[in-house]
């Protein structure tokens, strides 16, 4: 299957999920649970297969690492805590992709906090000179977590305040010349 296909499919599991949040009562737990044994049925299969051919020579670490690399692979062993990169280095590497996107001269961005238990980063984005480069930052920085840390449900932007004048600000004020100073003799 196509990347674009496997992501048509999880959207479409997604919309299911949904509308079977809104159904009889009955008829959700019903789908839920069968939701539920499949994806530990999935699962058990696939720790079983990590096992099979980490016995077979292959260091778990590395079949990991390779499983990993791949995007479908990657989800499922997001969905079975079988993936071998945590939540935050996953985070940090979209970062990473997200400041090549946007090149050298682009916005800084900070990460600041992983809550894995509640699916949720908090970043900062710093911005600098160059018009627009935040607003392309921020969409580089959502889409590489998106890709790179699916299991991220909320992403929070943050942004400092301007910074705060340094110094006494000086007031300037034109002087016209007065009558009486245009007469006086010279």
């Known amino acids: ?83 071998p990169t945590s939540t935050a280095e996953r985070v940090e590497a979209a970062l990473d992709r997200a400041r090549q996107a946007c090149g050298a001269e682009a916005a800084d961005v900070r990460l600041l906090d992983v809550d894995e238990e509640r699916g949720r980063v908090r970043v900062r984005i710093l911005g600098d000179a160059r018009p627009g480069s935040v607003g392309e930052l921020e969409k580089a920085v959502q889409q590489a977590i998106t890709d790179l840390a699916p299991d991220i449900l909320q992403i929070d932007l943050e942004f400092p305040p301007p910074p705060e004048p340094v110094g006494t600000p000086v007031h300037l004020t034109r002087r016209t010349p007065t009558m009486a100073s245009a007469e006086a003799p010279q």
């Not at 649970?33 to 260091?59: D, H």
């Open 1 to 83: 299957m196509e990347a674009s296909d496997l992501r048509a499919v999880g959207d479409r599991i997604e919309s299911l999920l949904e509308q079977i949040r809104t159904a009889d009562p009955r008829a959700r737990q019903h789908a839920e649970e069968l939701v539920r044994l499949v994806t530990e049925l999935y699962g058990a299969a696939l720790e079983r297969i990590v096992a099979s051919v980490t016995e077979a020579g292959l260091p778990r670490g590395e079949l990991l690492e390779r499983l990993a690399s791949d995007e479908l692979v990657a989800s499922l062993l997001l969905v079975h805590g079988l993936h």
